[in-house]
Structure formats: C-alpha cells, structure tokens
C-alpha cells in the first residue's frame, strides 16, 4: 500500500488582530501552505525532483521547515541543546538530498512534532523576549522573538512558492 499526503484543512491568514495574531497567524497559514501543496500526493511524487538540475523536492522541503523550526524556536530561542535530525556533517544539505530512502510519514510527523514544540516554546514569552545568537562570521548579536516570527514567515513564504512550482510540474494543480 502506497502512503498519501494526508489533506489539511489550511488555516486562511488573519485580517484583524493585535502584532501576536498576526504573527501566530500568518506563520500557521505559512505552515499549513507547505502541507496543503503536499497534500494527496505518494510517497513517489513528493520524491520528484520536478526542476532539474535543482534536487528541490516537496519532501525536502518538509524535511528543511522542520529542521528550521527546530533550529529557530528550540535551538535559538529556546536555548535547547538537542541533536541534528540529518547528518550534516557528511552533507550540508541532508535533508535534501537523501528523500530516496526518507520515511515520508515519519517526516510528515517530525513536522508536526516540531511545529508543536516551537509553539510551545514561544507560548507565553513577550515577542521582546531576547537571545544572543551567532552570525556566520562568527559573532554574535541580539535577536528578539518578534524577529523569529518575521523570519520564519519570510522562510515559508521563499519556499511556498518552490512548493507552488513543484506541485504544479507534478501534477498541474495550481489552486491549492
């Protein structure tokens, strides 16, 4: 039996609210975007590589929002020490590059997972709530919560429409 990407009743992005609704909100339509564009494919078609060279994948993409979810919410913000998903040492892009063996299901659900947990970390902390992070070249500066939000939000929104692309060359839907 063929595994599916199970539908998603998809969250529509909010019109009124204060900064904190408006932020939660557009994030979880973001969240459930990525979802709905996998929605009702196999196991195979979000494997497919629809852009080639590019090894971008739907899969992969699911595999990457669940590792930056982990790494802004848990890691950053939330000062939690935990281990990589993938083995980036061996590939810096593993989450990417190694959807020809992935478990789709248990992906789908490490998603989920994460996106619990990062809302659960931010549940109840002030978006000026700061932490000291590292920048590439290796110093550091302050980031508030409010900053993770708008990240996050620009990093679904980037890769939605990688999703709308691929989705479309798979099958044609474009209205999802």
């Given at each position: 039996?063929?595994?599916?990407?199970?539908?998603?009743?998809?969250?529509?992005?909010?019109?009124?609210?204060?900064?904190?609704?408006?932020?939660?909100?557009?994030?979880?339509?973001?969240?459930?975007?990525?979802?709905?564009?996998?929605?009702?494919?196999?196991?195979?078609?979000?494997?497919?590589?629809?852009?080639?060279?590019?090894?971008?994948?739907?899969?992969?993409?699911?595999?990457?929002?669940?590792?930056?979810?982990?790494?802004?919410?848990?890691?950053?913000?939330?000062?939690?020490?935990?281990?990589?998903?993938?083995?980036?040492?061996?590939?810096?892009?593993?989450?990417?590059?190694?959807v020809d063996t992935a478990d789709?299901?248990?992906?789908?659900?490490?998603?989920r997972a994460e996106v619990a947990?990062?809302?659960?970390?931010?549940?109840?902390?002030?978006?000026?709530?700061?932490?000291?992070?590292?920048?590439?070249?290796?110093g550091t500066h302050q980031i508030?919560?409010?900053?993770?939000?708008?990240?996050?939000?620009?990093?679904?929104?980037?890769?939605?429409?990688?999703?709308?692309?691929?989705?479309?060359?798979?099958?044609?839907?474009?209205?999802?």
């Open positions: 039996m063929t595994w599916t990407a199970p539908e998603i009743d998809r969250r529509h992005e909010p019109y009124l609210g204060d900064e904190r609704a408006m932020l939660e909100g557009w994030l979880n339509h973001h969240r459930d975007t990525l979802l709905d564009k996998c929605a009702g494919l196999t196991v195979e078609q979000l494997r497919i590589a629809s852009v080639p060279p590019s090894p971008l994948t739907l899969l992969g993409l699911v595999r990457h929002m669940t590792v930056v979810e982990r790494h802004w919410f848990r890691e950053r913000f939330g000062g939690e020490n935990l281990p990589d998903l993938y083995d980036f040492h061996a590939d810096p892009d593993a989450e990417f590059n190694t789709a299901e248990a992906d789908f659900a490490a998603f947990a990062a809302d659960a970390v931010a549940a109840g902390r002030d978006l000026d709530d700061v932490f000291t992070t590292r920048r590439r070249d290796g508030n919560l409010r900053w993770v939000y708008v990240h996050m939000i620009e990093e679904y929104a980037r890769h939605n429409g990688h999703a709308d692309l691929i989705r479309e060359r798979i099958d044609g839907v474009t209205d999802s």
